[in-house]
């Protein structure tokens, strides 16, 4: 069964564009609204959103918080909005990627392949005595729970699918928000966070900073 995808861009012609060049691998519906796409996902789900940020009747990032609040729905945001901290408050309010306009259509099978991919997974990964439920965004040990921010989640994976190597902060950065950074010390706000959250509920991981390299998970 083809995955469906919710197209949400009011550009007359990239919209129709997307649509019907995506439709050979994917079932597709175009909303041109907020409004629309509200009264779509009422009825329907998809496996993955295709955003538009500037809509006619508000901000797509509107959505994006919306939905977060009962799904984990894949957002891949599209956007003319190019400026690294639009980019980063569009992964902080929710969407899993970023895509600046123009972009390439290779570039956006293979970024539409890698989220399906993630969802496909099963969304939960396990290692010592600690299990990460990506989907839920979930961390449990020894029968305790806590919740995570997406990303502390999306650093712990990437932990926790590759135990003992050594993550740079331009490494975590990078699986965060693409190729251009922002100035600032999120790497390190998080990982502290992440040790709080991992000794809370009695995880045997611990994430050990190496000085002046980066950061090592251990169980």
């Known amino acids: 069964m083809l995955s469906q995808l919710l197209i949400v861009e009011d550009d007359p012609h990239l919209g129709p564009l997307l649509r019907d060049y995506l439709s050979a691998d994917y079932q597709v519906f175009h909303a041109a609204t907020l409004a629309e796409a509200q009264n779509w996902l009422g009825t329907h789900s998809a496996q993955l959103i295709l955003l538009d940020l500037n809509l006619p009747d508000g901000n797509g990032l509107d959505l994006v918080q919306s939905l977060r609040q009962y799904s984990s729905t894949p957002v891949l945001v599209l956007s003319a909005r190019s400026h690294v901290q639009e980019r980063v408050a569009g992964l902080n309010a929710g969407a899993d990627d970023y895509l600046t306009k123009p972009f390439a259509m290779p570039e956006l099978d293979a970024r539409i392949s890698a989220l399906l991919r993630r969802t496909a997974s099963g969304g939960s990964v396990n290692l010592g005595n600690t299990s990460l439920s990506t989907s839920s965004l979930t961390l449990t ?72 390299v980066g950061y090592v998970l251990q169980a």
């Open 141 to 212: 040990a020894e029968e305790q729970h806590v919740n995570l921010t997406e990303h502390e989640s999306r650093i712990l994976e990437l932990m926790m699918r590759t135990p003992e190597r050594v993550f740079s902060r331009a490494d975590i950065e990078s699986h965060l928000y693409g190729w251009e950074t922002p100035n600032s010390n999120s790497v390190e706000v998080r990982i502290s966070q992440l040790r709080k959250k991992l000794e809370s509920v009695g995880s045997t991981l611990r994430v050990r900073t190496i000085r002046n």
